[in-house]
């Protein structure tokens, strides 16, 4: 079955940095487009990021465009999510979704897009 397991979340000060990744498997990775949202406490689930299946196209919540970076690597079926400038309203456990895709750019970002979600990672940010 498919597993998506992400790492890397923990606590950081505002203004830091912080990088998840998620591993993928028991999928053909490189035809599944690949993404991120958030959940904060007491928020409604928001989708931050995703990348085609390609990598050649992408997507950003506009409350994280400009600090966030998603990439992928299909050799390795992971994808990571380089989170800088980190705020206080970055806090939120994040999760790593996944869809399969014939469009090489496909991006979705609603969340009733995805097909698979993993268990969260939490990222605390202090200010």
């Known amino acids: 079955q498919v597993q998506l397991v992400e790492s890397g979340g923990g606590s950081v000060q505002a203004g830091g940095s912080l990088r998840l990744s998620c591993a993928a498997s028991?999928?053909?990775?490189?035809?599944?487009?690949m993404g991120w949202s958030r959940q904060a406490p007491g928020k409604e689930r928001e989708f931050v990021a995703a990348i085609s299946r390609s990598g050649g196209s992408g997507y950003y919540a506009d409350s994280v465009k400009g600090r966030f970076t998603i990439s992928r690597d299909n050799a390795k079926n992971t994808v990571t999510l380089q989170m800088n400038s980190l705020k206080s309203d970055d806090t939120a456990v994040y999760y790593c979704a996944a869809v399969g895709s014939v469009r090489y750019t496909y991006t979705p970002s609603e969340e009733s897009e995805w097909a698979y979600w993993g268990q969260g990672t939490q990222v605390t940010v202090s200010s």
């Open positions: 028991a999928l053909p990775f490189s035809s599944y487009a």
